[in-house]
């Protein structure tokens, strides 16, 4: 049988996600803007859902994918919204980069209701949702996984299960969290480095031949940074959330986290400065500011 799928969030990652259910499943869509959830509709054949309650009405798969927790635990209430409309035995699959509390907390609500709820945030970027490429982190029941598979793997190529309800949460948001470190540091080594005079370009090449390379200084520096194009494709106020994720799942399990909390306050003051729009390597501007020089190539 077809499976009949309701994806909730047509966002930067989102879309190209549900894109690819489209092209293997009977799709409804729900976006809090309708025009966005029309032109996906038009795009891709997927109908088009006036509320969340309607969206998941006749479903047996429920994806959804917000900034945080917040918005997906919002949609669950009211009489348009998701527990109105969700039959026992669907499948939730939440791909929102969320918090394990929240998250624990939702699954405790729907499994009242006979629905079984697993936390899939994804990481690989747009690029890597239109190219099928995301890999998504699992929380959830063994046997959640497995019926979530084929589902996940329209848009994700390394899928792997953590542990229970809240475990993909913790892993994206100490992924992310690592992420933030390494453009924080990249922004301060090479403010030195072009202060000093040594050319940037030149430099980045010796990094990404050096031990101090990431994914940042070797895929997000040069198309970002050294052409100051920030193209906006992951916002830095999604990025300040995941941070804060972090530093709260490692008070939780009892760690210190000193350099976590650090970055925490300084995405914090970035995403103040420059609002809710700012691309996530913007935060290298502010840091370009204060040293009195521009990293471009
Ligand atoms: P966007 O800001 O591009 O999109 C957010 C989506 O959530 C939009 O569909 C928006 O609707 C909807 N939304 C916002 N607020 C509400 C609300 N109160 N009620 C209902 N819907 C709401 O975010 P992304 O798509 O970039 O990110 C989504 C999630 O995926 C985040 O948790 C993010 O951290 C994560 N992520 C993003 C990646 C990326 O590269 N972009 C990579 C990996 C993870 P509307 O159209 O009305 O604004």
Request: aromatic fraction near 6%; proline fraction near 4%; charged fraction near 20%.
């Amino acid at each position: 049988m077809k499976l009949r799928i309701a994806f909730l969030g047509l966002g930067a990652i989102g879309r190209p996600m549900a894109a690819h259910l489209a092209r293997r499943y009977d799709l409804t869509v729900w976006n809090r803007t309708a025009a966005r959830a029309e032109e996906f509709g038009a795009r891709t054949g997927a109908r088009v859902a006036a509320t969340p309650r309607a969206a998941v009405n006749g479903a047996t798969v429920v994806l959804t994918c917000l900034p945080t927790s917040r918005e997906v635990e919002a949609l669950l209430d009211g009489p348009e919204g998701l527990l109105a409309g969700l039959a026992a035995g669907v499948l939730f699959l939440d791909c929102t980069s969320g918090d394990p509390a929240s998250s624990q907390r939702i699954a405790a609500r729907l499994a009242e209701q006979g629905v079984a709820f697993a936390d899939c945030p994804v990481s690989g970027g747009t690029n890597g949702a239109e190219e099928a490429a995301l890999t998504v982190m699992v929380g959830g029941e063994a046997g959640t996984f497995e019926r979530a598979l084929p589902v996940l793997e329209c848009f994700g190529k390394r899928i792997e299960h953590l542990g229970n309800v809240g475990a993909g949460h913790a892993m994206k948001a100490v992924n992310n969290a690592l992420l933030a470190v390494n453009i924080l540091t990249f922004g301060e080594g090479f403010a030195g480095l072009a202060r000093a005079g040594v050319p940037v370009r030149k430099a980045v090449g010796v990094l990404n031949a050096s031990s101090g390379r990431s994914f940042v200084t070797e895929a997000l520096v040069p198309d970002r940074v050294l052409t100051g194009a920030w193209p906006n494709t992951f916002r830095l106020a999604l990025l300040e959330k995941d941070l804060r994720i972090a530093v709260e799942f490692l008070e939780g399990q009892g760690v210190r986290a000193p350099i976590l909390h650090l970055a925490a306050v300084l995405f914090r003051r970035a995403r103040a400065e420059l609002g809710e729009g700012a691309d996530y390597l913007e935060a290298i501007r502010l840091q370009e500011r204060d040293a009195g020089v521009e990293i471009r190539g």
